[in-house]
């Protein structure tokens, strides 16, 4: 029997979240459990480049958090819900690129 870590629990979590995006009546709550979900996402990708920061693309996640940078910038009309989830997810991006980095050097 295969023993789960902590962040495949974590992701199973978020993924039985996914269906209280569909309660909230304010839109706001919607894209906040959204974007919750999806930095927990991150998590695997955090601890293989912590490991091994050679395993990732350094150009991908940077073409990634421009092309959230370049759609809030496509926005139409800005607010915490309609910037929360680039805006995080492009933060999210950026901090895996430093650490991409940090452990590149050190490694």
Do not use: Q
């Not at 974007?35 to 996640?61: C, M, Q, W």
């Not at 607010?79 to 933060?91: D, E, K, Q, R, Y």
């Amino acid at each position: 029997m295969k023993v789960l870590h902590r962040i495949e629990i974590a992701i199973l979590v978020a993924l039985s979240a996914i269906p209280l995006c569909y309660l909230p009546v304010d839109p706001l709550w919607a894209v906040v459990i959204a974007t919750i979900v999806d930095l927990l996402g991150f998590g695997p990708t955090f601890r293989k480049v912590y490991a091994n920061p050679h395993a990732e693309s350094l150009g991908f996640f940077g073409l990634f958090a421009v092309r959230n940078g370049i759609a809030m910038m496509a926005l139409e009309s800005y607010s915490i819900a309609t910037l929360l989830f680039p805006a995080a997810v492009g933060m999210g991006c950026l901090l895996l690129m430093l650490m991409i980095v940090y452990r590149r050097r050190s490694v």
